[in-house]
């Protein structure tokens, strides 16, 4: 199969490409497309090239590009005041936080920046439960974690990876965590002791290659965590908001954890904007000098996650995920037939396409027929549009998948 190679780069992008690999960590093995615009569902290259993005920033545009309505509340916002950092209060961040939390059915929110933060004060909030609230002995609160997860890239996250490459050269980490295998409770019930304080998982795992785990097993785990006093942490950082056909992953089985973990869609794609919702008894254990960030709960972010999170419920958004997501799943399972696929699952707009060999070369293909997908997890096509593309825009990506895995 033929990938992108120098020929069909034009020289500008090529002279960007080299430009970031010149100056650029290479931390990142990004597809060659240099994009300069954005709209809704369509992404533009330098070279005027319009592809559809079916990747959404992973989940973070669930609201789509460049969204008028966020757009104009974020230049708005941008005129008033920016930043105050929280040493003064703002007229943005009570909204917010009444807003969000009404929407989760919570209590209390503690606000961040980028996903990885609001799961480091999510491991935080559960060390404090666990020593305030369970009386666990000083430093031996332990917090359960399930193989292949993602939680980011902090160098306490990356310690209880099970991807090496996540991990390497990063040592020593932050002991306390214990890794149980995703989707089996009796792993759960056995990992369990007097020192657990928190389970931290996602509900479904999105980068290991979107693993849905069999039905009961959210709702099972989240019971036995109350009943075993475990504070149960659902990263919905990207299944959350909408891309799973449900304002949550977890709504799938009518079950609430005690804490959610919010980002990416949070903010529509404007502006690093996290969260930690939950219950007033945790998130009032953080005190004033116990925590904080000095971007965290500024009035422009705040300004922008309120219109995103309008957007969601105005538009009709997780509806529409469900309705879409669900056309897309059996069209894909219908028109799809090739020896190296799988399998092909998905939730909402939340759909991968498992593959017997490495994804990239089909998203590279598929990049030359102006879809742009990410493999994630080496073996697995991840498509998650944002949820405002329509029908016809989902039928033209169709025909690309269809026509690359006919000449694969
Ligand atoms: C993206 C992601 C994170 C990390 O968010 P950043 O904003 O990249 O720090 C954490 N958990 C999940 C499930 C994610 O998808």
């Known amino acids: 199969m033929a990938g992108v190679t120098a020929e069909t780069t034009s020289t500008r992008s090529q002279e960007l490409i080299d430009l970031e690999e010149r100056w650029g960590a290479p931390n990142y093995h990004p597809l060659p497309v240099v994009v ?24 973070a545009v669930n609201q789509g590009h460049a969204h008028p309505r966020i757009l104009q509340t974020m230049v708005e916002q941008a005129h008033r005041v920016t930043l105050t950092s929280r040493a003064f209060r703002n007229d943005q961040l009570p909204l917010f936080y009444q807003e969000l939390a009404t929407l989760c059915g919570m209590e209390m929110v503690l606000p961040m920046n980028t996903g990885a933060e609001a799961v480091e004060t999510a491991i935080k909030a559960a060390r404090r439960y666990g020593y305030e609230l369970k009386g666990i002995e000083q430093d031996r609160a332990e917090i359960i974690v399930c193989e292949n997860n993602f939680h980011g890239r902090t160098t306490t996250i990356v310690g209880f990876s099970s991807d090496e490459a996540y991990r390497e050269g990063f040592g020593p980490f932050t002991p306390g965590f214990v890794t149980i295998p995703f989707g089996d409770i009796e792993a759960l019930r056995s990992a369990i002791n007097p020192n657990t304080c928190g389970f931290l998982f996602e509900p479904i795992q999105c980068e290991a290659g979107i ?16 009943r075993e006093n475990v504070l149960s942490i659902a990263d919905e950082i990207q299944t959350g908001l909408g891309r799973t056909g449900k304002l949550f992953a977890c709504d799938h089985e009518d079950s609430r954890p005690d804490l959610y973990v919010l980002g990416k869609a949070l903010s529509g794609g404007f502006y690093p904007v996290s969260a930690v919702v939950g219950p007033r008894r945790v998130l009032e254990l953080f005190r004033p000098g116990s925590h904080g960030s000095t971007y965290g709960g500024n009035p422009l972010g705040c300004a922008v996650a309120r219109s995103a999170l309008a957007v969601l419920q105005d538009e009709g958004l997780v ?7 669900e056309w897309l799943l059996g069209k894909l399972r219908d028109e799809l037939h090739h020896p190296a696929i799988k399998d092909i699952r998905g939730r909402g707009m939340l759909i991968g396409i498992e593959l017997d060999v490495p994804a990239r070369p089909f998203c590279e293909a598929l990049q030359e027929r102006r879809v742009l997908c990410k493999e994630t997890h080496d073996h697995v096509i991840r498509f998650a549009p944002p949820l405002v593309v329509e029908r016809e825009d989902l039928e033209f990506a169709i025909e690309q998948v269809r026509e690359v895995f006919a000449t694969a």
């Open 319 to 325: 509806k529409r995920s469900a309705e879409l997501g």
């Open 36 to 59: 300069e615009r954005a709209e809704g569902v369509w992404l533009y290259d330098v070279d005027g090239n319009r592809y559809l993005d079916c990747l959404s920033a992973y989940s």
């Open 211 to 226: 693993n849905i785990p069999a039905d009961g097993y959210v709702r099972e785990a989240l019971e036995l965590c109350r």
